[in-house]
């Protein structure tokens, strides 16, 4: 099953608005990483936060991370046309190795 | 330098087939994980590889197994295809660090079982 869950499923904004998405988890993290998929293709790693931080930022992007609540938020700023997208989360657990668990996805549409 | 490679792109195979799934890592990356993606849903880990020796599995049923060569290529191989097999299979490769690395993935292979 998926140990995320990202909310809401799907958002709509005009070019230039700002885009809130939010992801929920199960259990204990190493970090979190976000990352963006255009038509079901490969994914393209936007951010990672490791467990130690509550926020970073990069370009456009901003995210926090609430380990007591288990959940972290993806802003995206002044979005643009091309941003559209489908948006996950994944959680890297705290194991051997680095196991990756995505949310569900949020699938952003940013309409010029 | 190259990224993540996978192959092929697209394949269609009948049930009760047997399929077999590649992927090249980018260059010094020691780990590979396969992942499944359902239409319409997020990524499910299948499998992670590591120096050649599997650290982790999803929960998949036997019919999937994968393994990693010498050169870190690794191959992720299904039995017994079901219509439920159909999906996008990723591939990620990564340098682990202390607290784990970031994951690179591959365009995918879109296996259609019909």
């Known amino acids: 099953s998926q140990q995320g869950e990202e909310d809401p499923q799907a958002l709509s904004i005009q070019e230039g608005e700002n885009a809130t998405m939010n992801c929920s988890y199960k259990t204990s993290i190493n970090n979190l990483q976000w990352y963006r998929q255009n038509s079901g293709r490969g994914l393209v790693h936007l951010i990672l936060i490791r467990s130690n931080e509550r926020e970073k930022h990069s370009g456009r992007l901003r995210v926090t991370l609430d380990t007591s609540k288990k959940s972290s938020s993806l802003l995206i700023t002044a979005s643009r046309a091309a941003d559209t997208a489908s948006y996950f989360c994944?959680?890297?657990?705290?194991?051997?190795?680095?196991?990756?668990?995505f949310g569900t996805g949020t699938s952003l549409t940013v309409i010029p | 330098d190259a990224g993540v490679t996978q192959s092929p792109t697209h394949l269609i195979k009948t049930r009760g087939q047997h399929v077999t799934l590649r992927c090249s890592p980018i260059?010094?990356?020691?780990?590979v994980s396969w992942y499944q993606q359902v239409l319409g849903q997020g990524p499910q880990f299948i499998f992670q590889y590591y120096e050649k020796e599997e650290r982790g599995r999803g929960n998949f049923p036997d019919r999937f197994s994968a393994r990693q060569f010498p050169n870190y290529s690794s191959e992720l191989n299904v039995n017994a295809l079901l219509l439920g097999d159909s999906a996008l299979y990723l591939c990620a490769s990564s340098s682990p660090g202390r607290t784990g690395g970031l994951q690179y993935f591959g365009p995918g292979t879109r296996l259609t079982v019909t």
């Open positions: 260059s010094g990356h020691k780990s």
């Open positions: 994944a959680t890297g657990v705290s194991n051997t190795g680095n196991q990756f668990y």
